[in-house]
């Protein structure tokens, strides 16, 4: 997503060149359109000026956006306070104590750049992607930090885990929301102690991941200021039958991949609604009608499909070329214990590779939803990948030495801005280029 010249600020620190991401660049910059992108981050940053409680720290914000944004290899405070400052450790104790104890208020910052966001890439049938990711720590003091599967190095690690919210529409994709997942031991009392030393608030109460996804969805369907119908999840998510009635409950669609065995009602389904039961007890919730056949796993359906089902799609153009799989549809109810849920697409997808293997997926999309959208849905998880690896690779995301829980989402938000600022760019260059 980035240039890789550096940019001079007009307020004469040297800032925001980015790092090489691996990708093309889009264009050979000239010096004038150099100085016009420095002085558009500062507009940026104004953008987000007033939220800050007082004039230090809207500073070491800029500041903080532009060490984010330079070419520096590793970017923790010490570096940037070194090559955009000198040695100065009243500096170096300054940006710490803004990033880790600071008491500006990132949500509100967050809620501004959702406006900006929607401006920028909003489209009604935008799509809300969640995932998790790990951040590898040593020690055992740094907030949520636990043993636990770790994505960047591929198994259980000491790490931390967020939870991690990404918009995207067909001009782009940004992060959205963020949530430091704390396991369920840290709020044990052998961690009162822990958790006071890391500023974790009192009134926290233990969430799964998905309840922590589902909270971020609904705070963005409750503002209104996003617009998205969709929401897109992995197995993680998709397996765990709260988060998807919950999406279905804000009026918006999910597509999320689910295990093979979930267990589904493969055909339109008889339902008796709550009431009077024989006995006259009251009857709590609907009922599946008797001599129903039963569920069964979609591992199963996928069996009996017939060959004239499977039909071959374009998933998305690739940079290699087009990206193709076999996909059936079935329309089936969803199980909930014993009991009905809402109708549901079954999507399988299946690779061209000989002895490719089934992924199934389920989406309460209604009955008539075209089944390219899905198709499209099942190659749109990418997005919150390749935020997370710009944000690692080229913006420092992970690179904090911070511990505390307000430092955390202090470093999150940061980060989010400069992937944002990044977005923009791409998006005017893109537009200049054309013209």
Same mark, same amino acid.
């Given at each position: 997503?980035?240039?890789?010249?550096?940019?001079?600020?007009?307020?004469?620190?040297?800032?925001?060149?980015?790092?090489?991401?691996?990708?093309?660049?889009?264009?050979?910059?000239?010096?004038?359109?150099?100085?016009?992108?420095?002085?558009?981050?500062?507009?940026?940053?104004?953008?987000?000026?007033?939220?800050?409680?007082?004039?230090?720290?809207?500073?070491?914000?800029?500041?903080?956006?532009?060490?984010?944004?330079?070419?520096?290899?590793?970017?923790?405070?010490?570096?940037?306070?070194?090559?955009?400052?000198?040695?100065?450790?009243?500096?170096?104790?300054?940006?710490?104590?803004?990033?880790?104890?600071?008491?500006?208020?990132?949500?509100?910052?967050?809620?501004?750049?959702?406006?900006?966001?929607?401006?920028?890439?909003?489209?009604?049938?935008?799509?809300? +992607?969640?995932? &998790?990711? #790990?951040?590898?720590?040593?020690?055992?003091?740094?907030?949520? =930090? /636990? !043993?636990?599967?770790?994505? %960047?190095?591929?198994?259980?690690?000491?790490?931390?885990?967020?939870?991690?919210?990404?918009?995207?529409?067909?001009?782009?994709?940004?992060?959205?929301?963020?949530?430091?997942?704390?396991?369920?031991?840290?709020?044990?009392?052998?961690?009162?102690?822990?958790?006071?030393?890391?500023?974790?608030?009192?009134?926290?109460?233990?969430?799964?991941?998905?309840?922590?996804?589902?909270?971020?969805?609904?705070?963005?369907?409750?503002?209104?200021?996003?617009?998205?119908?969709?929401?897109?999840?992995?197995?993680?998510?998709?397996?765990?039958?709260?988060?998807?009635?919950?999406?279905?409950?804000?009026?918006?669609?999910?597509?999320?991949?689910?295990?093979?065995?979930?267990?589904?009602?493969?055909?339109?389904?008889?339902? +008796?609604?709550? &009431?009077? #039961?024989?006995?006259?007890?009251?009857?709590?919730?609907?009922? =599946? /009608? !008797?001599?129903?056949?039963? %569920?069964?796993?979609?591992?199963?359906?996928?069996?009996?499909?017939?060959?004239?089902?499977?039909?071959?799609?374009?998933?998305?153009?690739?940079?290699?070329?087009?990206?193709?799989?076999?996909?059936?549809?079935?329309?089936?109810?969803?199980?909930?214990?014993?009991?009905?849920?809402?109708?549901?697409?079954?999507?399988?997808?299946?690779?061209?590779?000989?002895?490719?293997?089934?992924?199934?997926?389920?989406?309460?999309?209604?009955?008539?939803?075209?089944?390219?959208?899905?198709?499209?849905?099942?190659?749109?998880?990418?997005?919150?990948?390749?935020?997370?690896?710009?944000?690692?690779?080229?913006?420092?995301?992970?690179?904090?030495?911070?511990?505390?829980?307000?430092?955390?989402?202090?470093?999150?938000?940061?980060?989010?801005?400069?992937?944002?600022?990044?977005?923009?760019?791409?998006?005017?260059?893109?537009?200049?280029?054309?013209?």
């Amino acid at each position: 997503m980035k240039q890789t010249k550096k940019v001079r600020n007009p307020k004469s620190a040297p800032v925001v060149g980015a790092p090489p991401s691996g990708q093309k660049p889009l264009g050979n910059l000239a010096p004038r359109h150099v100085e016009k992108l420095a002085a558009e981050l500062v507009a940026y940053h104004e953008e987000f000026a007033d939220l800050y409680q007082r004039r230090e720290q809207r500073h070491w914000a800029e500041f903080y956006l532009q060490g984010q944004l330079s070419d520096l290899e590793r970017k923790t405070v010490e570096p940037m306070v070194l090559a955009m400052k000198g040695r100065d450790a009243n500096a170096v104790r300054a940006v710490q104590q803004f990033l880790g104890e600071g008491t500006w208020d990132d949500e509100m910052i967050l809620a501004r750049r959702e406006k900006l966001v929607a401006q920028d890439i909003g489209e009604a049938d935008g799509v809300l +992607i969640c995932d &998790g990711s #790990g951040f590898p720590k040593k020690g055992e003091h740094s907030v949520g =930090v /636990a !043993p636990q599967y770790c994505g %960047a190095v591929g198994k259980i690690a000491n790490s931390q885990q967020g939870v991690f919210l990404v918009y995207l529409s067909s001009r782009g994709h940004t992060f959205v929301d963020r949530r430091l997942y704390l396991p369920e031991h840290w709020f044990g009392e052998e961690y009162a102690e822990k958790r006071a030393r890391c500023g974790v608030p009192t009134d926290l109460q233990f969430q799964t991941e998905p309840e922590l996804a589902l909270e971020m969805i609904s705070g963005v369907s409750a503002r209104q200021q996003v617009p998205f119908q969709w929401v897109c999840a992995d197995e993680h998510y998709g397996m765990n039958p709260a988060f998807l009635d919950g999406v279905a409950a804000l009026e918006k669609w999910y597509f999320a991949e689910v295990p093979k065995n979930t267990m589904v009602w493969p055909e339109e389904v008889a339902i +008796i609604p709550p &009431g009077k #039961g024989r006995m006259g007890a009251p009857r709590k919730g609907p009922l =599946v /009608a !008797p001599r129903t056949a039963k %569920a069964q796993e979609v591992q199963q359906i996928g069996t009996k499909v017939p060959v004239s089902a499977w039909h071959r799609y374009m998933i998305k153009e690739g940079s290699k070329g087009p990206i193709e799989a076999d996909f059936a549809f079935v329309r089936a109810t969803a199980k909930r214990r014993r009991r009905p849920g809402h109708a549901v697409w079954v999507v399988m997808r299946r690779g061209l590779e000989p002895e490719a293997k089934i992924k199934y997926y389920v989406s309460n999309a209604p009955a008539d939803c075209p089944r390219t959208t899905l198709v499209r849905l099942s190659g749109s998880r990418w997005p919150v990948e390749t935020a997370l690896e710009e944000g690692k690779s080229e913006l420092g995301m992970d690179h904090y030495e911070t511990r505390t829980w307000r430092g955390w989402h202090h470093q999150m938000t940061l980060t989010f801005l400069a992937h944002h600022f990044l977005l923009r760019l791409r998006l005017r260059l893109k537009k200049s280029l054309r013209h």
